[in-house]
């Protein structure tokens, strides 16, 4: 791309492709969630609000919107279970087919964090969508939609921040080291 930000090196997804798996996703969600009345997205803020957005679009199946914010204490590399709650959900959940809508996986903790918390409170099922997944030899949750698998670099664009910065670019970008 010509006109790449210099704050960025490489663009990993375009904007085609993500809106294409996005398509993907939610009629694989349709039809694995088939008979089900409705489904519960749960989003997690902020980095995921352009993936719930558009992924909620094409869903065919009934489903309600709801968002959490979780916050890691201290920086990357901080060790499991280091996370806490910022906002939590409106309603309750028991009962409900819950889908949490996630933007990226790394280390995994943010994402087991809210399964654990959201299994404590009796939903009916409990699956994940997640947008991006790093290169991981392992990851200690269930990834039930994935979007993509991309090197484990630090990635900016479609929700996803350095610093709250390059968030609401359309496509992901690898951001460049400084
Ligand atoms: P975790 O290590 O899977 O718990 O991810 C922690 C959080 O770090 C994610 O929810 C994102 O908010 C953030 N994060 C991890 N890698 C990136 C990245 O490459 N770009 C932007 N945010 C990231
Ligand atoms: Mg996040």
Do not use: C
């Amino acid at each position: 791309m010509n006109d790449l930000h210099p704050d960025l090196v490489r663009v990993l997804l375009t904007e085609e492709e993500i809106q294409t798996r996005v398509v993907e996703i939610a009629a694989e969600i349709d039809r694995d969630y088939a008979g089900v009345e409705r489904i519960y997205l749960v989003g997690v803020l902020k980095g995921a609000f352009m993936f719930m957005a558009d992924l909620a679009r094409r869903l065919k199946t009934a489903h309600n919107v709801d968002f959490m914010a979780v916050s890691s204490y201290g920086a990357k590399g901080a060790t499991a279970g280091e996370v806490r709650m910022i906002l939590d959900l409106r309603e309750p959940i028991a009962g409900e087919h819950v889908l949490i809508v996630e933007d990226i996986a790394d280390s995994g903790k943010t994402l087991n964090y809210l399964i654990n918390t959201l299994q404590s409170r009796n939903p009916a099922s409990l699956r994940t969508a997640v947008f991006v997944r790093k290169e991981r030899r392992s990851l200690p949750v269930q990834l039930d939609y994935l979007g993509f698998d991309i090197p484990d670099v630090w990635v900016v664009g479609y929700g996803l921040d350095f610093a709250d910065r390059r968030r609401t670019l359309p496509f992901v970008a690898e951001m460049r080291q400084v």
